[in-house]
C-alpha cells in the first residue's frame, strides 16, 4: 500500500531532551515536506526536500532540522525541544512539488502528536 | 500574513442539504488552489483542485467554484453525508510567476471544521 509513515505517533517530551520524528515513504516520491497544525494556524511548513540532499526552510523552521539522506526517509529533529512546539506534525510527500491533482498531490501521513512539557 | 484564510471555523449541516465551505486569499500568483479533507487521528487527504485559469471544477458530490476577481473560491459539497463531517483545508499553490524557488508552494488556510448531522 501507498503511504508515508511517521513515527512515533503521539510522544510526551520534556523541554531541552532531543528527540526525532521519523518519516518514510514507499511510493518514490523526490518530494517531502513537514508540517504542523496548530488551532487557527492551519497547516503551516517547517521544512521541505526536493531530492536527497537538498533540503529548504519552511515558513516555521526555527528550532527544528531535518536530513535527507535516502530518497524514502526525511526525519524530523528537534535538538532541544521547548513548550511552543507542542504542535501535530504531518509529513507528505509528492512525485514533485508542483504537484496539483490526481495522484501526484501531497501524501500525507497520520500525523505524530508532540507534547513538550 | 495569512495569505490564505478560511473565515469560519466550523460549519454544521444537515444530512442531504448543502456544504458550502469558503476560503479567500490575497496573493495574485497563486496559480492552483486545491482541498483537503481530514479525519481525526488520520492525514489530510486531497478532495479536489481548480486551476486559476477556470471558475468551476466539479467531481461528483464536489464542486469548487473559483472567483478570481473576488479573490474567492468555495467547495460545495451536494448532498451533503455524515461521512463528510471532517476538516477541510483550502489549500493555494505558487505559480511560476511567483519566481525562483517558491514555484509550487502551497499555503494552507486555517481550516473549517465541518459536522453533517443525521
Known amino acids: 500500500e501507498a503511504q508515508v509513515t511517521q513515527n512515533p505517533r503521539y510522544l510526551i517530551t520534556v523541554t531541552g531532551k532531543k528527540l526525532t520524528v521519523t518519516c518514510s515513504q514507499n511510493?518514490?516520491?523526490?518530494?517531502m515536506s513537514w508540517y504542523r497544525q496548530d488551532p487557527g494556524l492551519g497547516l503551516r511548513q517547517i521544512y521541505y526536500s526536493m531530492n536527497v540532499e537538498v533540503t529548504d526552510k519552511g515558513d516555521v523552521p526555527e528550532g527544528y532540522k531535518v536530513s535527507r539522506k535516502e530518497k524514502r526517509n526525511f526525519p524530523l529533529i528537534l535538538e532541544s525541544p521547548s513548550p511552543n512546539q507542542t504542535s501535530l506534525y504531518f509529513c507528505?510527500?509528492?512525485?514533485?512539488?508542483?504537484?496539483?491533482?490526481?495522484?501526484?498531490?501531497?501524501?500525507f501521513g497520520a500525523g505524530s502528536r508532540l507534547t513538550v512539557l | 500574513d495569512q495569505q490564505v484564510k478560511q473565515n469560519s471555523p466550523s460549519l454544521s449541516v444537515q444530512e442531504g442539504r448543502i456544504s458550502i465551505l469558503n476560503c479567500d486569499y490575497t496573493?495574485?500568483?497563486?496559480?492552483?488552489f486545491l482541498w483537503y479533507k481530514k479525519y481525526p487521528a488520520e492525514g489530510p487527504t486531497f478532495l479536489i483542485s481548480?486551476?486559476?485559469?477556470?471558475d468551476k471544477n466539479e467531481d461528483g458530490r464536489f464542486t469548487v467554484f473559483l472567483n478570481k476577481s473576488a479573490k474567492h473560491l468555495s467547495l460545495h459539497i451536494v448532498p451533503s453525508q455524515p461521512g463528510d463531517s471532517a476538516v477541510y483545508f483550502c489549500a493555494a499553490r505558487l505559480g511560476l510567476g511567483a519566481g525562483g524557488t517558491s514555484y509550487g508552494k502551497l499555503t494552507f488556510g486555517q481550516g473549517t471544521i465541518l459536522t453533517v448531522h443525521p
Open positions: 507528505a510527500s509528492s512525485l514533485f512539488r508542483q504537484a496539483t491533482s490526481g495522484a501526484n498531490v501531497l501524501t
Open positions: 496573493n495574485s500568483m497563486f496559480d492552483y
Open positions: 511510493m518514490n516520491h523526490e518530494y
Open positions: 481548480i486551476s486559476s485559469i477556470k
